[in-house]
C-alpha cells in the first residue's frame, strides 16, 4: 500500500486497527514474513505472520501506532528527526501538526499524529501509489 492510500485508509479509520499498524511498519522497515503451517485436525494450512525490526533479523512486534500516542509520536520523531508538533481533540475528532505541515484529522489523537506524520513523510519522499 503506497502512502496515499495509507493515509486514506487512516483518515477513514474510527479506531486503531493492526492491519493499518502492519502497513505503517511496512513502510517503515519492518520486515513480515507468512508461512502456511499444518494445524493437526484442520484441512487448509494456517496462515502464520512474523514480523521483524528494521534493523536486523531479530524477531518483533510492530508498534500499535494507532492506538498509542506514544507510538505514533515516536513514528513521527523517526520521519522528522528533531520535529515538533501538536495534537488537538475535540469530542470525536482529533487535529495533529508536525513542524510546518498540514494539518491532520484524525478519530483518535494517536491516528491524527500517524496521518500528520506519514503526510510529512509523503511530502519528503513522494508517494509511490
Known amino acids: 500500500m503506497g502512502l496515499r492510500s495509507l493515509i486514506a485508509h487512516l483518515e477513514q479509520a474510527t479506531e486503531p486497527a493492526r492491519p493499518l499498524e502492519g502497513a505503517i511498519g511496512l513502510l517503515m522497515?519492518?520486515?513480515?514474513?507468512?508461512?502456511?503451517?499444518?494445524v493437526p485436525g484442520q484441512t487448509a494450512p494456517a496462515r502464520k505472520v512474523s514480523w521483524y525490526v528494521p534493523d536486523g533479523?531479530?524477531?518483533?512486534?510492530?508498534?500499535?501506532?494507532?492506538?498509542?500516542?506514544?507510538?505514533?509520536?515516536?513514528?513521527?520523531?523517526m520521519v522528522a528527526p528533531g520535529c515538533f508538533g501538536g495534537v488537538t481533540w475535540h469530542g470525536?475528532?482529533?487535529?495533529?501538526?508536525?513542524?510546518?505541515?498540514?494539518?491532520c484529522l484524525g478519530s483518535t489523537p494517536a491516528i491524527a499524529i500517524c496521518i500528520a506524520a506519514l503526510r510529512a513523510k509523503l511530502e519528503q519522499e513522494g508517494d509511490e501509489d
Open 29 to 38: 522497515g519492518w520486515k513480515r514474513k507468512v508461512d502456511y503451517v499444518r
Open 57 to 77: 533479523d531479530a524477531p518483533g512486534r510492530v508498534p500499535e501506532f494507532t492506538a498509542s500516542i506514544d507510538e505514533a509520536w515516536k513514528l513521527a520523531k
Open 92 to 103: 470525536d475528532h482529533a487535529r495533529a501538526q508536525i513542524n510546518d505541515g498540514p494539518v
